[in-house]
């Protein structure tokens, strides 16, 4: 006779033959195989494992039943809850010219002389009053390029004009630069103000001088050079680095380890070569999703090494993944959110002055057109958001009734991108068996499962959140 009821569920079968087990609390287990999942199922669960079970919510008594089925409804609501607040990121992109002429570069970027590329500064007060109307503060502000530090004059102007306007304790803001450009007079405005950096490092340093492409074929050395300097100028922990990795690449890391252990960061993270935009069309350095996650294995077991050697250094794509996995506080990113993080969680205003709800929107509408993809203009009279393409887009991104997702036992953890879908499957929901986006993740969740079944890798990844 059954001793249990069971709960609804979600299983998936890992490579090496263990079944991980999920539900809408977002509770996981690891089960040792298809069998023990049939014995859990069937009713006749293993004694040892009776008690996690009931403790995920995965089986309950006859008497618990009803009151655990509403337990589990609330806490999935509180799930979606998280993933609707949050406050968005406003990026700007103060020019599209820029100094690099990067292989994998998703915008089409102008050349560093052209002109017709960069946002007036008299739309500065327009561009402030836009952000105060639809977002709270603490304001989240990023600087995009292009290059930004070729319009750093636009970038002082908007800084000084904007403390003025919300107080300089309510923002901060960070631009995303190669540092090639990074001069002194910059680093001297940066003092004392709420300025931080985002540099992209590659792995390997041929390979960053290889895609990463200046006539002087120094950018890494440039960028070595420029955070060297940040950090004696301005002190330690205002760069954060983006990784891409390419075929050139993928057997560095680390290499990439040894750079962020010299330049003294600690955070990193790793992506794949962008499809979007104009970086789809490039596809001569693109890495599977295995072989990326192959890279992303062999590094996160370096940095465990690395924690135990007393230095930290953490990586973020990873790390999003497993907190979004153990449900932590700090688990939001854009990319993984059901609802999406699309115009809720991003916006970006363009050289053009022109509104996105997502930089990959930015990159497709450079790529494809599709009027519908721009929310506003900032020029315009009291501009605000046309959110009636992004309410149709959201609307339809909640993954617990996305087909594939539905069932997938990643879908309290995942999330869903439909800008990502429309440019690959020319409709919003998607495909998931045909889905590189649900492919990636997908094997990063299952990476994340394997790693954390050892211990030791397990209580590294608890220490990094008290580095949040
Ligand atoms: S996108 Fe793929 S991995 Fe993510 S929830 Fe959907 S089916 Fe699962």
Redesign the pocket.
Known sequence: MQEYRLLPLNFRELDNKQVVISNLTNNYMLLESKEVLNQVVDGYAPAALRHHLEEGSFIASERDFESKVKLTTAAYAQLLRKDLLGQRLIMIVPTLRCDHSCTYCQVSRANQNETGFDLPSTTIPQIIEFIKRVEKPPYKIEFQGGEPLLAENFIKEFYTQFEKAVGSQNFSIIIASSLSLLNDDFLDFAKNRKIGFSTSIDAGHYAHNKHRKLITKNSFELMRDSVNKISQVLGGGRVGSVTTITKEGKDYHNDLVDVHLNLGLQDLFVRPVSPFGFAANRATSVLSNKEFVDFLRSLILRLVDEYHSGSVIIEHFFFIHYKRLINAAQGGYVDLMSPAGYAKQSLIIDYTGNIFGSDEARMIFRRHGGNQLILGNVKQPSATLDTHFSHDLLSSSF?FD?P??NE?V??TA?G?DPIYHLQEQGEPIGN?SE?A??DL??RV?DLVIELMDNPINNSVFEKWLEYE
């Open positions: 993954n996305i594939g997702c997938c990643y879908q995942c869903s998931k889905s986006f649900c993740h997908k969740f």
